[in-house]
Every structure is written in structure tokens, then in C-alpha cells.
């Protein structure tokens, strides 16, 4: 097997992009060309059901090309991780297609399925299942209890985070070491650096589908639109009465794990609920307003996606950081042109080991900023985590709402000057009036910790 992998080049190809970038014709298409099967790496999509909200390939477009990881977890299944994930791709399906002489091709929209299958960046501790019971408590309480265990690991999580808390505190509890040592340990393997561990196959080739955001935006609604016209309130309306309604009825409805996380799905809560003395204008008003709301929700996703790509690839250089190569969605009519054509040509140059003529997106920018750094924003009564969140914070319309109540209740606030903790990471001074950025009762307090870090959010995909 080893053998074959370093035959390979590349070993496998990752397609990423936010949600309507056409990541699975993309895919198709690499896979029919180059003897490639596809890899869903989308946490929604390994539940049966909801196909049309969670954007599943149809079945001819499964028959054009081999597809892996869609459809298998009962919906019932509310405690399947990134670990189950990982274990499942890497094992039965990357390592699989690397013996067959198959191109592993990895498709999707969940950061941390992906992140799961590119680095090593998930502790192999035999904790697979959060524990439920811990999730119940409330986030300060977690918090008290990780900081007492592994005050590290509690700096770098927000008190807010409790699913993330509640994973640290099983970690220490399972092997007895602090999941922020571990974490060290996990840097330091080779091949390993100060961003995670190193990459679990060599040479792999990303790519990511970008486009113009306002017309990206009107092809998102534009594809809500069709989902609706291919049977989406039909599609809630079956899997809430199947699956949920009853949940409601035992008060034990939980939008918060398994495929009820799902875009779209919470959105139409009111309207899947509303009770039958509703009048029709009612009902469609709150239909109307589940349309709106799952427009806006997955414009939003949207932009988080775009966001993961540019902080975890684009601005966080590393020696396990692979190149990435950008590929323009904008406009469709030019497809092949501009986005197949090119995918085509730079893994021909790689399957050659030859340097492709298209060049990778450039780093922008070599600076390292602390992504776990801890900042208490008294003024707004904010915990902020993170250098980039810290600097949002301070420039936010919000911020600046509580500066103006402030220097009206406080009028000595105009003579006060603007200060930077000693140990601010992020290495900047704020010159201007403390009233405009800071404040009296908005104090940073920066904790040194390692910008290494995990990434286990919560999924919620389209």
C-alpha cells in the first residue's frame, strides 16, 4: 500500500468552495476522467433522508461516478462524530482506493470532516461519543471544571463553547492527560508544526471553487427556489412527521446534533409545528418566513465556508499547509473553460511531477496571530477569543454603541488614553482614543497560550 501511495501523485484531491459552487459536478467530472471515486465529506449527508435539503447527488449522478460516505446513519443517530468519520473514509475507503489504483476524490462542505482526512489532527484517545450528560450542564460550570483539570486548554475555549469543553474534559478524563498536552504532542510528530499535525497523505492537491458573492448570493436563492419546485416542504413535512413530532411531544426535539442540525430544517420549525387552528394565511406567512430564513441562513453558511478556506489555507503558512488552487465559479457559461479545462491541466502536471502552468493562490501574509488568545471585553460583557475576533470586536457597530453610552455616562472617558495589555499577541497599538476602541471597563486580557488548535464545530451543511 505504501508503495502505491507514493506512486500516486497526488494522492488525493480535495474539492472545496462554499455551498453552490458546483464542488460535486467538479468532482464528477475528475472522477470519470481519471479513475477517481468520490468521498462525501459533508456531516449532514451521512444520514439517511432529507436528500433535497442536504443537497445529496442524485442517482444518475452516482452512476456516472462511484460515491462513498452518503446515506448510511439511521436519522434517529444523534452521537456520530468526525472520529466515526475518519475512521470509516481513511480505513475503508482512502486507503481501499489506493490499493485499487483509485483516486481518492474528497468532496464537501463540513471543515472538519475534511481537516479530519488531510491532517492528523484528531487524538486517536478512544473518546468517540460526547457525553450527553456533560453537554446538559451549563457552559460555566464546564468551564470551571476544565480550567481546574487543564487551564490551558480552558484559556482557549470560549465559556459559550460547551460541545468542544464537554470533549476536553472526556479526553482528560479517559487517558488522564490534559488535552492541551496532547495537543502538543500531536504538533511535535513529523511532519507536524505549530498549525496541527502533519499530513496523513503526501502530496495532495486542493482545490477551491470561489466566485463573485452577490452572484453567488442570487444562485444560492436561486437554488433554494428549486428545491422548493423539487419537493422541499413535502421532503420537512414527511421526515418532521416521521421523525421529530413525536421528539416535540416528549419535549425531547433537539436541534442540536445529528441531522436536525440540518440548514433548513430548524428553519421551518414554526411552520412544521404550527397547530391546525391556524388559519391558511398563517400558514403561508410562516412558510414564507422558512423560505427567508434558509435563504439567509445558507448565505451565511456560505461565507463561513470561504472563511475556513482562507484562515486555515491562505494565512496560516506552514510546511503542512498544501497549495491551493483557485478556480473561478463566477461565471457558469464559461465552466469548462475556467474551472474544468484548468483542474485538468495542473493534475496532469502533477500526475507528471512536473510544476503546473497555473500557479497556486499565494499566502497572503506570513504573520501568525494567536486563534485562541483570550480577551474580555467588560464594556460589551463579551469573551472574545481570538486575535482577528478581538480586533473584529473593537471595530464592530455594536462595540462602538457601548463607547458612545459610555463617554456620555463617563465624560472624563474623552481624556483617557487608548492601552494594550503587555501581553497582547497580536502586537498592536492602539493609538486612537480609548473611547473609540478600547474604553474604560473594556480591558484585554490576553492569555500566552499555543495557536495550535482542533477544529470540531458544530456541523451544519447544505
Known sequence: MGALRRAMVP???????????????????????????IISADSMQVYQGLDIITNKVTTEER??????????????????TVVDFRNKAVASNIDDM???????????????YIES???????DTGVSVIDLELEKLGGAELHKRLAEVDPEMAAMLHPNDKRKIARSL?????????????????????????????????????FWLHANMEVLDKRLDTRVDDMLSAGLIEELRDFHIRYNQQKIQDHSQDYQHGIFQSIGFKEFHDYLTAPESCTQQEKDSLRHKGIEALKIATRRYARKQNKWVRNRFLRRPGDNV???????VTDVSRWEETVLDPALQIL???SKHAKPAIAPIRVQGVEQRNKRSRHTCDLCDKVIIGDLEWTAHLKSKKHHHHVRKKRKSDPSCD????????????????SKDSCDTVAPGCGEHTSQVSSGTTHEEVPVTL
Open 63 to 80: 452512476i456516472q461516478c462511484r460515491h462513498h460516505m452518503i446515506g448510511f446513519v439511521d436519522p434517529l443517530v444523534s452521537t456520530y
Open 348 to 350: 496532469d502536471s502533477l
Open 322 to 328: 498544501p497549495a491551493v488552487y483557485g478556480l473561478d
Open 98 to 112: 489506493h490499493k485499487r489504483n483509485k483516486l481518492p476524490v474528497i468532496v464537501g462542505g463540513t471543515n472538519y
Open 415 to 430: 481624556q483617557s488614553q487608548s492601552t494594550s495589555s503587555p501581553s497582547d499577541s497580536v502586537g498592536e497599538t492602539l
Open 170 to 206: 472526556q479526553i482528560h478524563e479517559e487517558t488522564g492527560i490534559p488535552h492541551s498536552r496532547l495537543l502538543v504532542e500531536q504538533r511535535g510528530q513529523e511532519g507536524g508544526d505549530g498549525l496541527g499535525g502533519p499530513l496523513r497523505y503526501p502530496d495532495p492537491c486542493i
Open 11 to 37: 494522492s488525493l484531491v480535495v474539492i472545496l468552495g462554499a455551498t453552490g459552487t458546483g464542488k460535486s459536478k467538479l468532482a464528477i467530472e475528475i472522477g470519470k476522467r481519471l479513475q477517481g471515486e
Open 117 to 123: 482526512l488531510l491532517w492528523k489532527v484528531l487524538l
